[in-house]
């Protein structure tokens, strides 16, 4: 009697509250998968109306950050539903979870740190995913971002997962433009007015080449004669280009210096090193002995 009693509660349970249960949890999955097709196609939708690389990158930045808290905000809500129909007074475990939120906060300071230096990283635009950074010591593409974590891969292809808490300082290499220095060094001999003229005529040759012409955004900047070295005079100037090209554009620009320079017979100079033996009152140096080992 008591069993059939017991199975009567059960089925009773399972008509009333499995039934809202299973609801709940078919709704969640529903809700998690809408959440994810409608952010997708949102963010399609903005990057069609402007076609520029930053405000694309800006935009998939956020995007992942809206997807994520989307997904905790269901998860929890789901949860808590569940929990109702279990039986489980809500308030009171909310309460209870306040407190212990309080209580793991000094704990987990580190946790905290890091979410709310991602909040501001990613509210002052300082890093996207695409950009080239260098963060806490480490450098790299930025291949995610999270409100905790910004997760790196550099050129020899390293995965370096940052807190955001240990970021102080942000070295963004391509935000809106990127810009390649060059230090041309050439012989003390050389007609410093020649070499500006071979650069520009290098820059002007790449900028009208169709495999580099959209990357190079201006005319190369000469800053002119910066230094005197032990073994070359410098020649310091610039090129501007649009993000992240920077380096394939500074490569191939050297590779054509030097073969210009060439061409011209314009020294480019390896270190010299020269004897000073010293003169006398007379105005007279010693001679210079060089004995052969063995002799």
Known sequence: MEMNAYLQKLINWCLSSGLHIALVLILTLIALKAAKVLSKRLVDFIVRQKEDPEFQ????????????????????????????????????????????GLAVGFGAQSLVKDVISGFFILLEDQIRVGDVVQIAGKGGLVEKINLKTTILRDLAGNVHYVPNGHIDVVTNMTKDYSRYV?????????????????????????????????????????????????????????????????W????????????????????????????????????QAPPLRIVKEGQ
């Open 57 to 100: 990158k800006r935009t998939q930045t956020l995007a992942s950050i809206i997807r994520y808290v989307s997904v905790i905000t269901i998860l929890l809500v789901g949860m808590m539903m569940v929990l109702k129909e279990f039986g489980i007074e809500i308030g009171p475990l909310l309460a209870a979870a306040g407190i212990a």
């Open 248 to 283: 394939r554009v500074g490569r191939e620009f050297n590779r054509r210096l030097k073969k210009k320079f060439d061409e011209r017979n314009i020294e480019i100079p390896f270190p010299h090193v020269t004897l000073y033996m010293g003169q006398g009152k007379q105005g």
């Open 182 to 246: 060059f230090d041309i060094g050439v012989a003390y001999r050389e007609n410093v007015d020649e070499v500006i003229g071979v650069i520009k005529e290098v820059d002007e040759e790449l900028r009208n080449d169709p495999d580099y012409k959209d990357d190079i955004l201006e005319p190369i900047e000469i800053l002119g004669l910066d230094q005197f070295a032990d073994s070359a005079v410098i020649v310091k100037a610039r090129t501007t280009t649009v993000p992240i090209k920077q």
